[in-house]
């Protein structure tokens, strides 16, 4: 009985009116953060490089935190400009879960300049699919500084986690090896059904 | 008598509240990523057959010890993808449900006799029985509703039945636990059995 009255009280408060759209002030940029974490087209690939940065030296590790967003970003800007993902950057991206999880399940570090080609090339092809043609002026620049926001966090947090997985952890580079595995089919699986099904 | 009224009134009021709660609706159907991903999460889970087998995979795994521990699982999602696209390719290939049954009847027996071959002959065993599972996953993909999402949803789904057959194999370590693992190989190996004379008629 003693509490009665703050009952009371905690059902007269009111709800929250939620009233804005979020399309208004930063809603691009969330819609640039959410499009690649949502899209299991690049959030997979996204994955398979995280790791795979964890499993070289740490200077490559700590490289690919830069060069990534970096490249994803000019791939955004130049993706908008031609109109969205084109048919060989869908290809490449698509090639990009297979590449990246025989990668990983392999576990082995790479030469310099072959992962440095890898991150450039497939952060531009990744940006390419994130662009979006449609939105003009400050919208734009929200939705670009939102993907490659999540490009940098996404990368910074996997090689985190990978690299110390497998420091730290007996199983750590088992579980490791297992995810690119599941990568790797994930992209034998989804190849095949883009390009086997479309013709049977 | 008053304490006792109030009593009553709160061992009524509880259950009357909870009577009425609303449950939700669920009025749509699964449709998009949610349906392609679930769908192809549960669909090793509630298939009793690629169950049993995926996770002897893991405990013949943990049974092996290293390499065939991490080598075993690692080899069955990547060979069953490829299963898979015989499936979506449309591949004629007769006997499948009979191999599922036989994958788990097989790799069950393995673990209940604590065979330990060469690692080369059970990775081709885990390997070949793999095209079996992948295949009827595959078979199915072009009707997901995503099928990328599907796909993600069957190999995690793999994944984590394998691991639960390691976790389990755990039990190796101590002498009663080697005869439990023995045991589950047991009762995967008579499952198989079934499901494989059910595939052949033998079973209504």
């Known amino acids: 009985m003693k509490y009665k009255g703050l009952l009371w009280f905690g059902l007269l408060l009111p709800q929250w009116a939620d009233a804005h759209l979020v399309s208004t002030r930063f809603g691009e940029f969330y819609a640039g953060i959410l499009h690649p974490v949502t899209t299991l087209e690049h959030m997979v690939p996204w994955l398979a490089i995280g790791l795979l940065g964890g499993l070289q030296s740490l200077k490559l590790g700590r490289l690919a935190l830069i060069l990534f967003p970096l490249t994803v970003l000019i791939g955004v800007w130049f993706g908008a400009d031609w109109g969205g993902e084109i048919g060989w950057v869908k290809t490449l991206n698509l090639l990009s879960f ?67 997985l497998i420091q730290q952890q007996l199983w750590g580079a088992v579980a490791v090896r297992a995810l690119g595995s599941w990568i790797a089919a994930v992209g034998l699986i989804y190849a095949g059904f883009t390009y086997f099904a479309a013709a049977v | 008598m008053k304490i006792v009224k109030t009593n009553i009134y709160r061992v009524i009021a509880v259950p009357l509240l909870f009577v009425s709660v609303s449950n939700s609706v669920f009025a749509h159907t699964e449709t998009g990523v949610a349906g392609g991903l679930i769908s192809g999460f549960l669909h090793p889970i509630f298939g ?91 078979a199915e993909l072009p009707e997901a509703a995503n099928p990328l999402a599907y796909g993600v949803g069957f190999v995690v789904s793999t994944g984590m039945l394998h691991l639960l057959g390691i976790l389990l194999g755990v039990l190796t370590r101590w002498p009663i636990g080697r005869q439990a693992v023995q045991g589950m190989g047991g009762l995967i190996a008579a499952l198989g059995l079934y499901f494989s004379a059910a595939s052949l008629g033998f079973i209504a």
């Open chain 1, 98 to 164: 297979l590449i990246f999880g025989v990668l990983v399940l392999m576990a082995k570090p790479l030469n310099e300049v072959l992962f440095i080609g890898l991150i450039t090339l497939f952060g531009i092809t990744h940006g390419i699919g994130n662009s979006a043609s449609d939105l003009v002026g400050n919208q734009f620049m929200l939705y670009v500084a939102g993907v490659v926001t999540a490009a940098y966090l996404m990368m910074t947090l996997l090689v985190a986690a990978s690299h110390q």
């Open chain 2, 48 to 138: 009793l057959d690629h169950l049993i087998a995926m996770v002897a995979v893991g405990l013949w795994g943990a049974q092996l010890n290293k390499p065939a521990l991490w080598l075993l699982p690692i080899t069955f999602p990547v060979v069953m993808a490829l299963g898979a696209l015989a499936g979506i390719a449309g591949v004629k290939l007769s006997g499948i449900e009979i191999g599922i049954g036989l994958s788990a009847l097989v790799l069950g027996a393995m673990v209940l006799l604590s065979v330990r071959p060469p690692l080369w002959l059970a990775v081709i065993m885990v390997g070949t029985f793999a095209v079996f599972h992948g295949y009827a996953h595959g």
